[in-house]
């Protein structure tokens, strides 16, 4: 392989959002203020590369979703389903929400001062998936 095919196949890598940091991804979509369809696939190779969503991973989505508007109608289940595997899928209340993932729900929910569409229907996503709540998600 030669060097200039070396450097641009380098140059593609580091925008692919395999190779990218949340916050280069995050500044990224944030330049027009929406998600758009390939944004939306970008966000989902990113946060699932490993398989599991983490706590840096779900803060940048709620980070995304307070920050934009008029997104792509793919954005809604991606943001529902990971916030709900990352809340749901832990090893500490496997099919539970417990108290201090209601507290840190209710935080990011409440931290814009309004419950948007997509944070109401991870709410109901949340209430009809899992085995217990705890009743601090009622401050919602």
Known sequence: ??????????????????YM????????ILE??????????QIRT???ADGVIDQDEAEF???LNDATSDNDPAWKPLFVNAIGSYVLDD???PGAVDAEEAQW????????????ENEAALIEYIR????????ILDQI
């Open 1 to 18: 392989m030669g060097k200039i095919h070396k450097r641009k196949v380098g140059r593609l890598r580091k925008r692919h959002p395999k």
């Open 21 to 28: 940091s949340l916050g280069a991804l995050k500044r990224l």
């Open 32 to 41: 027009d203020g929406r998600i758009d369809k390939d944004e939306v696939r």
């Open 46 to 48: 990113k946060i699932y």
């Open 61 to 63: 989505l709620f980070a």
């Open 91 to 93: 090893l500490e209340s």
């Open 105 to 116: 729900l209710v935080e990011k929910i409440k931290a814009d001062g309004e419950v948007d």
């Open 128 to 135: 009809r998936q899992a085995i217990s709540v705890d009743p």
